[in-house]
């Protein structure tokens, strides 16, 4: 029992672990006694997020854009020269755009699902190879997948081409569970409000009236996200695949 939800020892990768989401989840596995890695487009960022973590514990920078196949390729490479295998990974890489109907055009949609969709699944499918050899009979390898509620409710915002991509996220969760069953497992967390770059004008602008409508009355904490992560990879969870997990404070179960 005192190992049940113990990740120590475990090695994880991260995308888009340089802020927001991905930083929470990040910091929440190097807390736990994980060695972590985390990706970001963005070199510099990734490097900073990665120096600050490791004051606690281990996390290593791998820069990484997951817009692209061969960037999904180049990271599963640089992982694999660094690592035999990997226990958990992390797809939380994702990018928003809202515009009105109108306007919504092909760059929209592009920019959103390339990295949305098709980033989770590329990473996932060159990194299996690493995640197969982490698996016990016992403890699979774990793959969590970060959607959305808003894959989950309609949005009230004009973010058309995310709000499909969490969906789609959500469905390719299921569609990787009965695929890589028994030796990886495959969920996702659908957040609410959380504080990060992406919802950072919609809380300035909004933040009193979303905690004062969600059944919770608040936005989500570090501390939540980071909670149910950790579920997610520990052996509490080595039984539990293809499930969509809403860590929104109840806005869109019973909101």
């Given amino acids: 029992m005192p190992d049940l939800f113990s990740i120590a020892g475990k090695t994880a990768l991260v995308t888009g672990g340089s802020r927001g989401i ?9 807390d736990a006694g994980a060695k972590v890695y985390v990706s970001s487009r963005r070199a510099e960022a990734c490097e900073q997020t990665a ?21 999904c390729r180049r990271l599963a490479g640089q992982l694999a020269e660094a690592e035999p295998r990997l226990h958990i990974l992390v797809n939380n890489a994702g990018n928003t755009w809202g515009t009105p109907l109108e306007q919504f055009d092909d760059a929209a949609w592009d920019r959103v699902l390339s990295l949305n969709v098709k980033g989770v699944f590329h990473t996932t499918k060159f990194l299996l190879p ?20 808003d894959g989950i409710h309609v949005p009230v915002l004009e973010t058309y081409s995310y709000s499909a991509s969490k969906a789609a996220v959500h469905q390719l969760t299921r569609h990787l569970a009965r695929r890589l069953a028994p030796r990886v497992t495959v969920n996702a967390v659908a957040p609410g409000p959380f504080e990060s770059k992406m919802m950072a004008a919609t809380l300035e602008a909004f933040g009193e009236q979303i905690a ?10 570090p501390q939540d996200m980071a909670g149910i ?27």
């Fill in 229 to 255: 992560a950790i579920f997610l990879a520990s052996p509490a969870a080595s039984y539990m695949t293809g499930a969509v997990v809403p860590v929104d404070g109840g806005i869109a179960t019973v909101g």
């Fill in 212 to 221: 004062a409508a969600a059944p919770m009355k608040r936005i989500g904490r």
């Fill in 22 to 30: 991905g930083r929470m989840i990040a910091e929440g596995y190097v």
């Fill in 130 to 149: 690493l995640l197969e050899e982490a698996a016990t009979d016992e403890d699979p390898a774990r793959v969590i997948n970060i959607g959305s509620i």
């Fill in 51 to 71: 120096a600050e973590l490791s004051a606690k514990g281990t996390c290593i920078p791998l820069a990484a854009d997951l817009s692209t196949e061969d960037g």
